[in-house]
Every structure is written in C-alpha cells, then in structure tokens.
C-alpha cells in the first residue's frame, strides 16, 4: 500500500528545500499532500508544489470549497505520518501551547498520526530557552524532533539551526515510517499510559556499540569484517527516540550519526573497549558490534614486502578483549546488558551458550548465512533466561524500534 505523508511547510528561508525533499519522498513511491503556512507562501509557491506532488496545496483554514471536499479533521488523519519542514520557532511554539489559528496548527491539533517536526531557525532562536522549553514539552508529547544541522546562516551567522539536507530527513521519515502504528490513546490505552516508543526510556543512559573493527597489519592492511553498522545505528536511533541520552561506539562505517546521539569512532577492538568504559556507566548496554576476535600480535610500522621466496608472510594473531564480556563482570555493569550473536547454524544453541559465557542478560541471535551483513532485513530470536522469542524478518529499523520498546518495559517495570 502507498504510504502517505502530509507534509507543512511552514515559513522561512529553508522553505525552498521541502521542493527536493517532495521530489525525493515521491522517488521512493511516497505520496505527498502539501500544506503551505502563510508566511511560506512567500517563499514556495503553492503551484511548485502543486506540480511535485500532484496534488492540491492546502493553504487556508475556512476555505469553503475546500473545506467542503476535505475538511481539515480528515486532511489530519488521511496520512500515515505528518511532517513539518521547514519547522518554524514560531510553530513550535504554537504547538507547544496547543494554539489552533490556522490550517496547519488545527491539523496538528487534530491529528492521531505520528508527527515528525524538522527545526530550522537562526542560531539564537534554536538556542533562546523558550524554543529548547518548547521542544522539551514536545519531545514529551510524542512528536519525533530531528536536530537541526550547524553551519553557515542565511542570515550571516555561523551555528545550529539549518535545516538538515532533504536526503537526511526523507532517511528519518522512511524509519519512522517502518514503525510499528501508534496505539490510540483514546481507544487502546483506557489508562492513558505512555504510548511505546515514547519517552519510554527518559532520563536513561543507552550505550550501544556498532559496526566492524579494524585490526591494522600494517600501514595498508587490516583485518576487518563485513558488518555495516546498520542494525547497531538503527538502534542507537530508536534509543534516541525513545528519549533515552545514548552513547554510539562505533567502529570504522560511512553512516550518519543518528539525531540526538552521542557518537565516538573507534578503528581497533581496543580502542572500543576503551571508549565504552570511558561512556560508563550506563543503564542499558547494547553490544551490536562485530568485534574482531584476533587482532595481529605485532602491527608493524613498514608495509610488509613480499621476499621473493613465494612463501607467505607470517601473521601471528592474538585474542582482542572481549567487551561484552567484560562488561558482563564489572563492577559498573548496565543493570540490562544485551549482546548479539551472529551465528551460521544452530542459532539459538550457541546463543543460549553465550548468555551464560559473557554474563549478558539477553542475546539477540541472528542468522548471518544470508545477507544480513549489509543487508536492510533482519530475523532475530531474543535468548534470555526465560526462554527464546523470535520475531519475523522485519527491516532494521523495524527491529531497533520493537527491541527498544522492550527494553523500555524492562524499565516501565520497575
Ligand atoms: N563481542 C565483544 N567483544 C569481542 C567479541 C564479541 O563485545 N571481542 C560481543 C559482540 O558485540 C556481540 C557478542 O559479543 O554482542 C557476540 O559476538 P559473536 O560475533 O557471536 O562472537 P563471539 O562471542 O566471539 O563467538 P564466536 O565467534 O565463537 O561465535
């Protein structure tokens, strides 16, 4: 089925860009219905936009014909996830208190649809505590908030409050968008209890490793592996979603940090032990990392030379640390420790074995015989101390957002 966005542009000099990012959600076979503020109407045209998504641009609240043919409350709840980009201090603001004094207000007032909201202002806007107190209660409301980029300003001054390029959010709308639906407050939750996915780990500290290690052999060569940094990253994300302050180890990948992280790079398996003790300590440690398990014993400094014997040359390894492990016996230990186990056969088997050897709570198995290395699906078993549940292969973010919700209730427990 087509996803669709509804998709407010609100007014400011960024306006311009949600043209790239329509033609990019519309490349990725997602339906765009577009809502101009008054003030972005002097920065887009309604007809540019018109013409992108092929649709009618909404402007006016009380225009009677099209209040007639679509009323407001529907145009509020025909998509599957609503957008604001530009997001303006002014309507993030307006949200904030509630106020309802226009089109594009009254449907965020109105809606039952998750609801993505992408800043982009001056710098001492972004900064001035009523729109960090705005965004606060926001962020407390359930809307998904994307930090804005940092760099030079229309206006002539340098710092954060750029709109972040239309490749990244169209990223963050495609992510959100593999999200589980939200349960209804009004019908699902009688006890108004915080929806999933929201807030739920506020005030936690997540500490998550991802990606490969390198191991240098010498100045040219390493020892590396094939994991992508995706499911770790889509982890990291879903962490921050849920509110939590979370620290990302990652080892040597070309992904963009996820919004609101906290990311140290890391090359050698060494390296990232260091960096996560350094992060301790941490409420819930999530070990997604492909640690490599043997570095060389000596990395030399020249690049090493073939001697002419046509002999190989001799590579002598040694075992890495083990960081889960370690962390399993700190004396800092996240009171939830979770590891990965990629296994080829006998899948939860061996991951039931690594429970007790590393001393984690949980292992989340998968299968990496096919390509879930780099791969955007993954079928995961979770092994704990209870038992074994396995969940269908879902996309990666798919898993990070429902693994991070059980993570959440671990703590809703407590
Ligand atoms: N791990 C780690 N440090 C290492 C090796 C692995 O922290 N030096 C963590 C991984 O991040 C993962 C878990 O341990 O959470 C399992 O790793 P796995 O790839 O299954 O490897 P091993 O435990 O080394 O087991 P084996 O290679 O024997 O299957």
Avoid at 72 to 100: F, Y
Avoid at 194 to 202: D, R, S, Y
Avoid at 317 to 328: C, K, Y
Avoid at 389 to 394: F, I, K, N, T
Wanted: charged fraction near 20%; charge should be negative; aromatic fraction near 4%.
């Amino acid at each position: 089925m087509t996803q669709r966005i509804l998709l407010i542009v609100s007014g400011g000099i960024a306006a311009y860009k949600s043209l790239e990012l329509v033609r990019l959600l519309r490349r990725k076979g997602i339906a765009v219905r577009a809502v101009l503020t008054e003030s972005a109407e002097k920065f887009v045209t309604p007809l540019s936009l018109g013409v992108l998504t092929e649709d009618h641009v909404f402007g006016q609240l009380f225009d009677l014909k099209e209040e007639r043919e679509i009323g407001h409350i529907q145009l509020s709840r025909q998509a599957d996830l609503i957008v604001i980009a530009p997001a303006t201090a002014n309507i993030l603001a307006k949200m904030a208190n509630g106020i309802a004094d226009d089109l594009a207000t009254t449907i965020l007032l109105a809606t039952d649809k998750p609801v993505l909201a992408v800043p982009a202002m001056n710098v001492r806007m972004w900064h001035h505590r009523a729109t960090q107190r705005n965004l606060e209660r926001l962020r407390a409301d359930g809307i998904h908030i994307m930090e804005p980029d940092d760099g030079d300003m229309a206006c002539g001054e340098y710092g954060k409050g750029r709109l972040p390029e239309p490749e990244a959010i169209a990223r963050e709308i495609e992510r959100l968008l593999a999200l589980p639906p939200l349960p209804d407050p009004l019908t699902d939750q009688p006890d108004f209890a915080p929806p999933p996915n929201k807030g739920g780990l506020a005030g936690r500290h997540v500490l998550i490793t991802a990606g490969p290690t390198h191991e240098p052999i010498d100045p040219v060569r390493f020892i590396a592996n094939r994991s992508s940094g995706k499911q770790g990253f889509a982890i990291a994300a879903a962490a921050a979603q849920a509110g939590a302050r979370v620290t990302l180890v990652a080892g040597p990948v070309a992904l963009p940090t996820p919004a609101g992280v906290k990311r140290v790079d890391v090359e050698t398996a060494r390296e990232m032990l260091g960096a996560v003790e350094a992060a301790l300590p941490a409420d819930v440690a999530i070990m997604v990392a492909a640690v490599a398990d043997w570095r060389t014993a000596d990395a030399v400094g020249q690049k090493i030379k073939k001697d002419g014997s046509g002999a190989p040359a001799p590579l002598a390894l040694v075992e890495n640390p083990d960081i889960l492990a370690t962390l399993g016996t700190s004396s800092s230990r996240p009171a939830l420790l979770i590891g990965f186990a990629a296994e080829t056969q006998n899948v939860t088997e061996h991951a039931q074995a690594k429970l007790a050897k590393k001393g984690a709570d949980w292992i989340v198995a998968n299968d990496v015989s096919g390509d879930v290395m780099g791969g955007e699906t993954n079928a995961i078993h979770i092994v704990t101390a209870d038992g074994v549940e396995s969940w269908a292969d879902m996309p990666k973010a798919a898993v990070a957002s429902r693994l991070i919700e059980k993570v959440a209730n671990v703590f809703r427990a407590d």
